[in-house]
């Protein structure tokens, strides 16, 4: 009896449905388990896919980018390169038999490196001294079109010489001091493994794209009369030989990027600004269409106000394919190549980043949604079948925050779109604290896609809101230049919009509000704490206050000398956008200042004054100077440090939790 009772409970155990594991919270440390999926492109077969995959090794504190192919039936995947040395812009040989790509192994410049996609090692084709930017196959694939700087000068010294500047717009982040080095394009012949000079001058060129009969090459060049005080740009066309002459197709005075030929090699497709301004913050992008041989452009989305991106022709070359920026979201639009109206192919909360036609109406998308981060899907009939999974055994064992999307009414009656993410244990009718996480830009959205930084916040029991204030795209270009030389003021307005909304519905408490934000978003908290003591804690990252200090020491000296005028002539408007510093004495938030060493874009000396404010004024504040860091910290250690203080910092100030690893130099 004992024994068949002992069989019955063990046939119980093996039958039984297996528990699923517990799921927990994020935590700042998933910055090690976050992959990324970039560079996809299609097969001449359509029958793979090869894209680069960058993990983190936590061990060296560093990223790993490798280059994978899948089948597009999702059935095979093949990791390609491995080892420490990144690769870098995959692309297929035009008979399929190849992918070469970009990598610095073997030297300190990158080159163009050639693997057979049947196995084996792969091998370095160029042997380049300069600075690689772009290359491209043509389509008979004989060549590659190539984009290069000029060669530093590497004349040995006992001390580094000095940066001789005398170009207008002279820093650039990441990039550091420009020195007058330019941007060419030349052709590789692959056979001969020569290379040839296309264009020279002292004019940069790029975004180089093959005529389909690879005669000929269309880029993009500023050749303005002064090219450095102006973002002008226009697509020109040129025979693909040394010598041949470059001819200007564009004439916008506003730029005109991103070309790309037509199936019959008779038109090109091109992004133009809507503004003709030579420099405007707040624009969007029109798809334009326009014969080789010059003439008018037909201005395809102009109607639409909306951003448009990513533009691709269909295969017949009767009409285009490309994403919008709208309202939170990301899709897919097709068009008549003739003009006529846009179409939705697939839309819905999520966010498309990168489209490419395989066969009649279907593509190869990298999409997310608001608890996945980016995965490629072939889109087919306007539905989508997923192809990665490189994220599911992190995504299967995290609790995520619940995402929904909210509209508030600022106090001028402005509409404003906006996402709210929700603790996933928050309890009903539980009024939250809430941490009020602004965008950068101005010029971008909050949209449905996976969001990290804000997803960690609400696991750590915040009620967290994305606010596209007026500034942000995908509302229409004159909800996009409100803000024009009017910063920090309807935005802020905005912001508190959304802020009453949630007080008023009763989902966050309003005697425990943080705001924080990267970049814009820094900017945009000083603003908010320096206009009333609503907000009882902040954290401003790379922001800047005293906007007048800023001319010559950022890259932006083209908008203040367009939006503001330069300040000998205009120092009232500088000085009415300074007052985060000059009304620090009102400031009672306190305020944690993060920026990146080398950040050139908005440098330290924002965070730094402003720092330097409130601890004259003995607010409570702190400053974390990120070493080696631009403008955005790339580091692992660095973001989930930067992501574990913005945690410490708010729960200090609105939950009264003492942090227990807070450092002892935030006061």
Not at 500 to 522: A, F, T
């Amino acid at each position: 009896m004992k024994k068949i009772l002992l069989m019955i409970l063990l046939v119980q155990a093996l039958t039984a449905p297996a528990q699923s594991p517990t799921k927990r919270k994020l935590r700042p440390s998933d910055v090690y388990r976050i992959k990324s999926i970039g560079d996809v492109r299609v097969s001449p077969d359509a029958k793979w896919v090869s894209y680069i995959l960058t993990t983190v090794d936590s061990a060296k504190d560093k990223r790993n980018s490798h280059l994978w192919m899948m089948s597009l039936d999702g059935q095979q995947s093949i990791q390609l390169t491995h080892g420490p040395d990144g690769v870098s812009s995959p692309r297929w040989s035009p008979d399929g038999k190849y992918i070469s790509f970009s990598s610095s192994r073997q030297g300190k410049n990158s080159q163009v490196w050639l693997l057979d996609r049947r196995g084996g090692e792969a091998r370095k084709l160029t042997n380049i001294k300069a600075d690689l930017g772009e290359y491209v196959w043509s389509p008979d694939g004989s060549r590659l079109a190539m984009v290069i700087q000029d060669p530093p000068d590497t004349s040995k010294t006992k001390t580094q010489k000095p940066y001789v500047i005398d170009r207008f717009q002279f820093k650039q982040d990441v990039q550091g001091y420009l020195m007058n080095r330019k941007s060419h394009l030349y052709v590789f012949d692959v056979a001969k493994e020569k290379l040839d000079t296309l264009t020279r001058g002292n004019y940069n060129e790029g975004s180089p794209v093959w005529s389909p009969d690879s005669k000929q090459i269309a880029f993009v060049s500023n050749r303005s009369a002064d090219p450095e005080k102006n973002e002008n740009s226009d697509i020109w066309i040129m025979d693909a030989r040394k010598d041949a002459k470059a001819v200007q197709l564009t004439t916008w005075t506003g730029s005109d990027v991103n070309p790309r030929w037509s199936p019959d090699g008779k038109s090109i497709a091109y992004l133009r600004s809507t503004s003709p301004e030579t420099y405007m913050m707040y624009d969007q992008n029109i798809l334009a269409v326009v014969s080789t041989t010059g003439g008018e452009p037909r201005l395809l989305t102009k109607a639409l106000d909306r951003p448009v991106g990513g533009a691709i022709w269909d295969k017949d070359g009767a009409s285009l394919s490309f994403l919008v920026s709208d309202d939170r979201q990301r899709y897919i639009g097709k068009v008549a190549a003739a003009g006529g109206p846009v179409t939705k192919v697939a839309s819905g909360n999520r966010v498309f980043n990168y489209i490419e036609a395989v066969g009649q109406g279907n593509y190869v998308a990298l999409m997310t949604e608001p608890h996945l981060p980016a995965e490629i899907y072939v889109v087919e009939s306007g539905n989508t079948r997923r192809l990665t999974s490189h994220h599911d055994e992190f995504v299967s064992k995290i609790v995520f925050a619940s995402v929904e999307g909210f509209t508030s009414k600022s106090k001028d009656g402005t509409s404003v779109s906006n996402i709210l993410f929700k603790p996933a244990d928050a309890a009903p009718n539980q009024k939250l604290p809430a941490v009020f996480f602004i965008h950068g830009g101005p010029v971008g959205q909050d949209e449905f896609g996976f969001d990290l930084s804000r997803q960690v916040l609400a696991a750590a029991g915040y009620a967290v809101i994305g606010v596209n204030y007026r500034g942000s795209d995908g509302r229409g270009l004159e909800f996009c230049k409100a803000i024009y030389a009017d910063w920090g003021n309807k935005e802020v307005m905005d912001i508190h919009g959304a802020v009453d909304h949630l007080v008023k519905e009763g989902v966050i408490d309003p005697d425990r509000l943080g705001i924080g934000g990267w970049s814009y978003g820094g900017i945009l908290t000083d603003y908010s704490i320096a206009t009333d003591t609503r907000f009882k804690a902040a954290a401003s990252g790379a922001g800047s206050a005293l906007q007048l200090s800023l001319y010559g020491h950022d890259q932006y000296v083209n908008q203040y000398e367009n939006e503001l005028g330069v300040p000998w002539k205009n120092l009232d408007k500088y000085l009415k956008l300074s007052y985060p510093l000059l009304k620090a004495d009102k400031i009672k938030t306190p305020t944690l200042f993060m920026v990146g060493e080398k950040d050139f874009n908005v440098p330290a000396l924002g965070s730094e004054q402003m720092y330097q404010a409130l601890r004259s004024l003995n607010i409570p504040t702190g400053l974390i100077i990120y070493p080696g860091q631009y403008h955005g910290i790339s580091t692992p250690s660095y973001q989930i440090d930067r992501f574990t203080r913005y945690v410490e910092w708010y729960d200090k100030y609105l939950r009264g939790i003492t942090p227990v690893k807070i450092n002892k130099e935030i006061r």
